[in-house]
């Protein structure tokens, strides 16, 4: 079946530093990318997208890139702070191939910034 | 206050005996959607629906049913769990314009089949 990719695992950083995490999908004609990030014991919150038509997008230290070439799309975060410690999981929304409103998840990146 | 909710957040059951966990969400949303969340697996689509009376499967169906009678209902049905339906259950909701854009997550239900 149709399946997204995600490394690292887990990933520690110095506060201050960049995180950059990385998926790649299967499905080429997939469309939508949204990246969520979950903190321990709490609900999945979207913190940025990126649509099939767009290169790279940002929202202050958060971006995110895609290569639609690839099929991948990484998320960056830079001056990474304590609280941006979680979980977070990428997406791949619709394609020819699953249908077109069906989610498949990452399996996840464990990211911790040491202070 | 926008919210998706869930009940029950905790339910510890035994093989077989039939449950029924509530999903609604207040935002007028068209898409709705059930995802199990284990470890090292992230969040696995059950199933989603995109409109009243239009269900579709996820990536992990088996064992699960749903239906969609209402906007603002999404229940998630197990006729009859086994073991390894234990799992943390997330409920989510979609803009009604952009389908399953940005989901709005419920709180979680985690599910115990002993």
Not at chain 2, 29 to 58: A, C, F
């Amino acid at each position: 079946g149709e399946n997204v990719e995600q490394h690292p695992s887990t990933l520690s950083v110095q506060e201050g530093d960049s995180a950059v995490i990385k998926c790649t999908y299967s499905d080429s004609a997939s469309n939508y990318f949204p990246w969520y990030k979950q903190e321990l014991g709490k609900r999945p919150q979207l913190i940025i997208d990126i649509r099939s038509n767009v290169g790279e997008k940002k929202d202050q230290r958060i971006a995110v890139t895609l290569n639609k070439t690839a099929k991948h799309f990484s998320l960056h975060i830079t001056e990474t702070q304590p609280e941006d410690s979680a979980v977070y999981f990428c997406a791949a929304v619709g394609g020819l191939k699953t249908s077109y409103d069906k989610v498949i998840f990452g399996p996840g990146t464990s990211l911790s910034v040491i202070p | 206050e926008a919210q998706v909710t869930q009940n029950p957040r905790y339910l510890i059951t035994v093989t077989g005996k039939k449950l029924t966990v509530t999903c609604s969400q207040n935002m007028n949303h068209e898409y709705m959607s059930w995802y199990r969340q284990d470890p090292g697996l992230g969040l696995r689509q059950i199933y989603y629906s995109m409109n009243v009376e239009v269900t579709d499967k996820g990536d992990v169906p088996e064992g699960y049913k749903v239906s969609r009678k209402e906007k603002r209902n999404f229940p998630l049905i197990l006729e009859s769990p086994s073991p390894n339906q234990t799992s943390l259950y997330f409920c989510a909701s979609s803009s009604q314009t952009r389908r399953a854009d940005t989901q709005y997550f419920g709180p979680g239900t985690r599910l115990t089949v002993l």
